[in-house]
């Protein structure tokens, strides 16, 4: 049986390896690949991450290869990311209370959004990529929450990678507000890993700096008592598989985090790491 994997990025740019590695994983298993963005704008690469000469301030070296260069750069350019599905045409917004009828309103909500029960049946796994592009649009992004709340109903895998891992902590069920992964072991972007200076986007002259939140702290506080983020500071790689949720901290983690996620496919692996 052929698998289908839907993938969601940033238009506010990816981070090169973060999509490459999972799909080179997913490539060697014949998987087809479906690309989703936020308005269905071509996603774009960090002009950072296709550069081996960069050297990432935290870590003080640089975190991409040449070889790794080259192929992101190839698949950057590619027809593979022409035309992505737009969340925002297929999964409707959620209204305010203050609109006129809002009853109604809610209820003609509802309605669409239960198809998506049906519309995630074609897909077997959901992945977030990770990059800076993700705290602009997708960390709160009320229609991918929608859609993560899906896979996690029909018991689907969701890999998020680097700062992909923030939608895990914000999607949230309207009613209780409880965090989807409560109780559950993540990694994602360490505080350690982040910069002091230079956060950037696609598409916008605008430095922020620091990143917005300390990813760290929000899925410490997301996990709760029973559950647990780790860092991994000092290892080279940091993965965990608490299902149905594969995260992955970073650049390094990408090649690992789409091997992991073929393997709770395959081979029905529910933990690791931890």
């Known amino acids: 049986m052929s698998r289908k994997i839907l993938t969601v990025l940033s238009e506010y740019g990816y981070w090169g390896e973060e999509l490459l590695g999972p799909l080179v994983a997913f490539d060697e298993q014949g998987y087809e690949t479906v690309f989703a963005t936020p308005n269905g704008k071509r996603p774009q690469a960090l002009p950072p991450s296709l550069d081996p000469g960069y050297v990432d301030p ?3 070296r640089s975190v991409t290869t040449p070889e790794v260069a080259v192929a992101a750069r190839e698949l950057d350019k590619s027809a593979r990311l022409d035309n992505p599905v737009s969340l925002a045409e297929w999964i409707p917004e959620r209204p305010y209370d203050s609109e006129p009828n809002p009853l109604r309103l809610m209820e003609a909500y509802y309605r669409e959004l239960a198809e998506l029960e049906g519309d995630v049946e074609q897909y077997d796994a959901l992945v977030i990529v990770g990059g800076s592009g993700p705290i602009v649009d997708l960390a709160n992004n009320g229609r ?3 859609l993560v709340l899906a896979f996690v109903r029909a018991d689907k895998p969701v890999l998020g ?3 992909g891992v923030a939608t895990l902590a914000f999607a949230r069920d309207w009613d209780d507000r409880a965090s989807i992964i409560w109780g559950k072991h993540v990694t994602g ?30 899925l410490r506080d997301a996990t709760g008592p029973d559950g647990r983020f780790h860092g991994n500071v000092g ?9 149905p949720f594969v995260t992955a901290r970073s650049t390094p983690d990408s090649f690992l985090g789409g091997r992991k996620l073929v393997e709770t496919l395959e081979s029905g692996l529910r933990r690791f790491g931890w």
């Open 235 to 243: 290892k080279e790689t940091s993965v965990i598989v608490d299902y």
């Open 58 to 60: 935290p870590l003080g």
């Open 144 to 146: 991918l929450h929608e």
């Open 161 to 163: 990678l680097c700062y």
């Open 189 to 218: 972007h360490c505080k350690e890993y982040d910069y002091k200076d230079g956060t950037g986007f696609i598409g916008v002259d605008f430095n922020m700096g620091p990143p917005p939140y300390p990813l760290e702290y929000i």
